[in-house]
């Protein structure tokens, strides 16, 4: 069974910090292309970052300067250090493998990611 495993959520003050951490358990076809999503309720999933094998990053405008992506691809683990969070950034925070083939990074659309893991829950409180 292909699996992506987050962890690291957790309830933080607003300007703290968190790391998420997603480990990838069986077989996932691709990891090339590996990305950061979050979904609050009523809202639609928004993307955040994405890192290539090689740590090409992209990151949307809400969280450029504050979110840093990165991998361990011996681990076979992403990771998003987020920084000065803010009460907007509760939600429920998934991350995601590309599945094209052959491997290509370069959005933050829903579409264009295969493998999702169940989510890892981050409050921020006032």
């Known amino acids: 069974q292909a699996q992506l495993v987050e962890s690291g959520g957790g309830s933080v003050q607003a300007g703290g910090s968190l790391r998420l951490s997603c480990t990838a358990s069986?077989?996932?076809?691709?990891?090339?292309?590996m990305a950061w999503f979050r979904q609050a309720p009523g809202k639609e999933r928004e993307g955040l970052a994405y890192?290539?094998?090689?740590?090409?990053?992209r990151y949307a405008d809400s969280v450029k300067g504050r979110f840093t992506i990165s991998r361990d691809n011996a681990k076979n683990t992403l990771y998003l250090q987020m920084n000065s969070l803010k009460v907007d950034d509760t939600a429920i925070y998934y991350c995601?493998?590309?599945?094209?083939?052959?491997?290509?990074?370069?959005?933050?659309?829903?579409?264009?990611?295969?493998?999702w893991g169940q989510g890892t829950q981050v409050t921020v409180s006032s």
């Open positions: 995601a493998a590309g599945g094209r083939q052959p491997p290509y990074c370069s959005s933050l659309l829903l579409d264009d990611y295969k493998w």
């Open positions: 890192s290539d094998r090689y740590s090409t990053t």
């Open positions: 069986g077989y996932i076809y691709s990891m090339y292309c």
